[in-house]
């Protein structure tokens, strides 16, 4: 399996991050599957495995503890580029976050960012209602508890 670079793009802060050496576990048209250690030193986090959603715009990603127990998923609303000629992925981040944890509540996280982002013209009106139209399908899916798909669980 020919791994493809692969960076983060964040708008707040405006950043870029090459990505490229997280382990690829899997790769086809709709999905990419890493397993990674956190960018930054964290005392609460010691790595996860991440399900990209490729055409369906979001990240859905499983989160370890400092011992390696599963602590929470965190779904990160992403606007996929793919550059063929250079076999490499962007993954721009859309501001809106979902995390949920393991007994089920479910947190809704930067929507401040979005509103300064919006406010600020940082982002663009396509990709703020893209935002919103993935996080209702997100909570859709954990409200209906259809949520992690299944796909999501054949890994550790």
Do not use: H
């Amino acid at each position: 399996m020919k791994k493809p670079k692969m960076y983060r793009k964040r708008y707040i802060p405006d950043e870029i991050v090459d990505i490229t050496g997280d382990e690829l576990v899997f790769r086809n048209e709709e999905l990419l599957i890493t397993k990674w250690k956190p960018i930054r030193k964290r005392d609460d986090i010691s790595g996860g495995i991440s399900y990209t959603f490729l055409k369906e715009g979001y990240k859905i990603s499983k989160f370890f503890g400092p011992s390696g127990e599963f602590i929470y998923w965190y779904c990160d609303i992403i606007d996929v580029k793919y550059d063929s000629e250079n076999d490499a992925y962007t993954f721009v981040d859309l501001l809106l976050d979902v995390k949920i944890l393991p007994k089920g509540s479910v947190q809704v996280l930067d929507a401040d960012e979005l509103s300064l982002a919006i406010k600020e013209d940082i982002i663009t009106k396509r990709e703020m209602c893209m935002s919103l139209s993935i996080l209702d399908k997100i909570l859709k899916m954990a409200y209906l508890g259809e949520f992690p798909p299944e796909i999501c669980l054949k890994y550790k």
